[in-house]
Protein backbone atom coordinates (compact mmCIF):
# COMPACT_ATOMS: atom_id res chain seq x y z
CA UNK A 1 0.00 0.00 0.00
CA UNK A 2 1.31 3.68 -0.48
CA UNK A 3 3.24 4.79 2.42
CA UNK A 4 3.24 1.69 3.97
CA UNK A 5 5.99 -0.62 5.02
CA UNK A 6 9.44 -0.58 3.84
CA UNK A 7 9.29 -0.64 0.13
CA UNK A 8 8.05 2.90 -0.61
CA UNK A 9 9.44 2.98 -3.84
CA UNK A 10 7.78 0.37 -5.13
CA UNK A 11 4.70 1.82 -4.27
CA UNK A 12 4.97 4.88 -5.56
CA UNK A 13 4.93 3.26 -8.91
CA UNK A 14 1.50 1.64 -8.57
CA UNK A 15 -1.38 2.84 -7.13
CA UNK A 16 -3.36 -0.08 -5.16
CA UNK A 17 -6.98 -0.41 -5.74
CA UNK A 18 -9.72 -1.88 -3.76
CA UNK A 19 -12.00 -4.80 -5.41
CA UNK A 20 -15.36 -3.23 -7.37
CA UNK A 21 -18.18 -5.19 -6.57
CA UNK A 22 -19.26 -5.35 -9.60
CA UNK A 23 -15.65 -6.99 -11.33
CA UNK A 24 -15.71 -9.48 -8.70
CA UNK A 25 -14.92 -12.03 -11.29
CA UNK A 26 -11.66 -10.67 -12.66
CA UNK A 27 -10.11 -8.21 -14.97
CA UNK A 28 -10.61 -8.28 -18.99
CA UNK A 29 -7.33 -8.91 -20.37
CA UNK A 30 -7.30 -5.23 -21.77
CA UNK A 31 -7.40 -3.88 -18.36
CA UNK A 32 -4.71 -6.51 -17.40
CA UNK A 33 -2.21 -5.13 -20.60
CA UNK A 34 -3.17 -1.66 -19.39
CA UNK A 35 -1.78 -2.35 -15.72
CA UNK A 36 1.20 -4.37 -16.93
CA UNK A 37 2.51 -1.92 -19.06
CA UNK A 38 3.30 0.09 -15.65
CA UNK A 39 4.91 -2.48 -13.90
CA UNK A 40 8.46 -1.81 -13.06
CA UNK A 41 8.46 1.69 -14.32
CA UNK A 42 8.70 4.95 -12.56
CA UNK A 43 6.41 6.66 -15.10
CA UNK A 44 3.29 6.84 -15.65
CA UNK A 45 0.08 8.63 -16.78
CA UNK A 46 -2.52 9.95 -14.23
CA UNK A 47 -4.72 9.99 -17.16
CA UNK A 48 -4.95 6.32 -17.31
CA UNK A 49 -5.20 6.36 -13.65
CA UNK A 50 -7.61 8.60 -13.03
CA UNK A 51 -9.88 6.75 -15.90
CA UNK A 52 -9.60 3.95 -14.02
CA UNK A 53 -10.91 5.47 -10.71
CA UNK A 54 -13.62 6.76 -12.32
CA UNK A 55 -14.82 3.29 -13.75
CA UNK A 56 -14.33 1.75 -10.81
CA UNK A 57 -16.84 3.96 -8.88
CA UNK A 58 -19.50 4.43 -11.34
CA UNK A 59 -21.96 2.04 -10.04
CA UNK A 60 -21.72 4.32 -6.61
CA UNK A 61 -22.12 8.23 -7.75
CA UNK A 62 -24.01 10.32 -9.25
CA UNK A 63 -21.63 11.73 -11.49
CA UNK A 64 -17.69 11.47 -11.73
CA UNK A 65 -15.24 11.96 -14.58
CA UNK A 66 -11.80 13.05 -15.24
CA UNK A 67 -11.44 17.19 -15.20
CA UNK A 68 -10.76 18.21 -19.09
CA UNK A 69 -10.74 22.20 -17.69
CA UNK A 70 -7.95 21.61 -15.32
CA UNK A 71 -5.81 18.80 -17.24
CA UNK A 72 -3.63 15.91 -16.77
CA UNK A 73 0.11 15.22 -16.41
CA UNK A 74 2.16 12.34 -15.41
CA UNK A 75 2.04 13.26 -12.03
CA UNK A 76 -1.00 14.84 -11.45
CA UNK A 77 -5.15 14.37 -13.30
CA UNK A 78 -8.26 15.75 -11.34
CA UNK A 79 -11.48 14.08 -11.26
CA UNK A 80 -14.72 15.69 -10.81
CA UNK A 81 -17.73 14.03 -8.71
CA UNK A 82 -21.33 14.47 -7.17
CA UNK A 83 -22.05 12.21 -4.16
CA UNK A 84 -25.83 10.39 -4.03
CA UNK A 85 -26.16 13.04 -1.66
CA UNK A 86 -25.65 15.93 -4.22
CA UNK A 87 -22.27 16.78 -2.95
CA UNK A 88 -19.71 18.11 -5.22
CA UNK A 89 -16.01 17.76 -5.17
CA UNK A 90 -12.47 18.34 -7.16
CA UNK A 91 -10.01 15.21 -6.22
CA UNK A 92 -6.82 15.53 -6.98
CA UNK A 93 -4.85 12.28 -7.84
CA UNK A 94 -1.03 11.97 -7.38
CA UNK A 95 1.49 9.02 -6.32
CA UNK A 96 0.31 9.84 -2.71
CA UNK A 97 -3.32 9.04 -3.70
CA UNK A 98 -6.39 10.87 -4.06
CA UNK A 99 -7.62 14.00 -1.60
CA UNK A 100 -9.93 16.70 -2.25
CA UNK A 101 -8.79 19.77 -3.21
CA UNK A 102 -12.12 21.99 -4.03
CA UNK A 103 -15.89 21.76 -3.34
CA UNK A 104 -17.46 22.38 -6.87
CA UNK A 105 -16.49 20.95 -10.27
CA UNK A 106 -12.81 22.25 -11.97
CA UNK A 107 -12.02 23.93 -8.16
CA UNK A 108 -8.90 24.45 -7.03
CA UNK A 109 -8.41 25.75 -3.17
CA UNK A 110 -4.48 25.94 -2.80
CA UNK A 111 -4.82 26.65 0.62
CA UNK A 112 -7.19 23.34 1.20
CA UNK A 113 -5.45 20.92 3.45
CA UNK A 114 -7.16 17.81 3.32
CA UNK A 115 -5.44 14.15 3.89
CA UNK A 116 -4.47 11.47 1.07
CA UNK A 117 -6.38 8.39 0.95
CA UNK A 118 -4.69 5.79 -0.58
CA UNK A 119 -7.99 4.53 -2.57
CA UNK A 120 -11.27 5.94 -3.95
CA UNK A 121 -13.20 3.46 -2.20
CA UNK A 122 -11.75 4.96 1.46
CA UNK A 123 -12.24 8.98 0.14
CA UNK A 124 -15.78 7.86 -0.93
CA UNK A 125 -16.23 6.15 2.20
CA UNK A 126 -15.23 9.10 4.10
CA UNK A 127 -17.59 11.41 2.12
CA UNK A 128 -20.64 9.80 0.86
CA UNK A 129 -22.60 7.94 3.94
CA UNK A 130 -24.56 6.28 0.54
CA UNK A 131 -21.08 5.29 -1.09
CA UNK A 132 -21.20 2.77 1.42
CA UNK A 133 -24.72 2.05 0.70
CA UNK A 134 -24.42 1.47 -2.70
CA UNK A 135 -20.82 -0.73 -2.69
CA UNK A 136 -22.83 -3.23 -0.13
CA UNK A 137 -25.93 -3.42 -2.79
CA UNK A 138 -24.03 -4.12 -5.76
CA UNK A 139 -21.33 -6.30 -3.84
CA UNK A 140 -24.97 -8.66 -2.62
CA UNK A 141 -26.31 -8.36 -6.08
CA UNK A 142 -23.18 -9.59 -7.42
CA UNK A 143 -22.64 -12.27 -5.24
CA UNK A 144 -26.35 -13.27 -5.78
CA UNK A 145 -25.85 -13.47 -9.37
CA UNK A 146 -22.14 -15.51 -8.89
CA UNK A 147 -25.12 -17.68 -6.45
CA UNK A 148 -27.31 -18.19 -9.05
CA UNK A 149 -25.01 -19.05 -11.63
CA UNK A 150 -23.66 -21.82 -9.06
CA UNK A 151 -26.88 -23.35 -8.85
CA UNK A 152 -27.79 -23.88 -12.84
Given at each position: ????????????R?????????E?????????????????????D?RL????VV???L????T?????T?G?????A??????????????????A??????Y????????L???????????L??????Y?????????????A???????
Amino acid sequence: MLGEGGDEGLAARRMETDCNPMELSGMSGFEEAELNGFEGTDMKDMRLEAEAVVNDVLFAVNTIFVSKTLGCADDVAYINVETRGRNRYCLELTEAGLRVVGYAFDQVDDHLQTPYHKTVYSLLDTLSPAYQEAFGNALFHRLEALKREGQS
